[in-house]
T-cell receptor, first 113, second 117 residues
């Protein structure tokens, strides 16, 4: 069975400061992991994905995530927040077949000027 | 079209009525997925198709929910005898292949907001 836990429902940062959105997963095999972003009144967009290649994954808009098997974590980071980063972020784990995906509850990121 | 489209975008219905939600995937995409997203929560997997074959429907809440994709392209999610608890955003996604590697990027549609009165 798989599960994913996003440890913070809300994160607030100031523009120009680092962003950390935390995600822990549970899977009985090597998972595929994703981060999606959802801007208000828009659809879900893939930020980045991990599929057993490099453990440090770079995505769009300066985001990256590191897969740490020992910690069962896949935290999303960005060195410097921008106002346009304000959105909801979802951590996702996928089964071996790659189709049944489990979304976390989401973390809403607020960016203050 | 350029992306996944869903119709209607908004649907208001009375309890007990049946509703049909449509998803038009990106042309050429083999896999199609349905999700339900309650307010303040992440999308919840319902079912998915490879071509016209429904591969996994374990996420469908009960037998009032069904989905089909008869020609391997457009899909319809049908909810019979709707209840207030069915109110949610219903999202559709499609992906290019069936490799099953877990790395098929899913492209999401804008969703259908269903309200059951």
């Amino acid at each position: 069975a798989q599960s994913v836990t996003q440890l913070d429902s809300h994160v607030s940062v100031s523009e120009g400061t680092p962003v950390l959105l935390r995600c822990n997963y549970s899977s009985s095999y090597s998972p595929s992991l994703f981060w999606y972003v959802q801007h208000p009144n828009k659809g879900l967009q893939l930020l980045l994905k991990y599929t057993s290649a490099a453990t440090l994954v770079k995505g769009i808009n300066g985001f990256e995530a590191e897969f740490k098997k020992s910690e069962t974590s896949f935290h999303l980071t960005k060195p410097s927040a921008h106002m346009s980063d304000a959105a909801e972020y979802f951590c996702v784990v996928s089964d071996t077949g790659g189709f049944k995906t489990i979304f976390g509850a989401g973390t809403r990121l607020f960016v203050k000027a | 079209g350029a992306g996944v489209s869903q119709s209607p975008r908004y649907k208001v219905t009375k309890r007990g009525q049946d509703v049909a939600l449509r998803c038009d995937p990106i042309s050429g995409h083999v896999s199609l997925y349905w999700y339900r997203q309650a307010l303040g929560q992440g999308p919840e997997f319902l079912t998915y198709f490879n071509y016209e074959a429904q591969q996994d429907k374990s996420g469908l809440p009960n037998d009032r929910f069904s989905a089909e994709r008869p020609e391997g392209s457009i899909s319809t999610l049908t909810i019979q005898r709707t209840e207030q608890r069915d109110s949610a955003m219903y999202r559709c996604a499609s992906s290019l292949g069936t490799s099953g590697l877990g790395d098929n990027e899913q492209f999401f549609g804008p969703g259908t907001r269903l309200t059951v009165l």
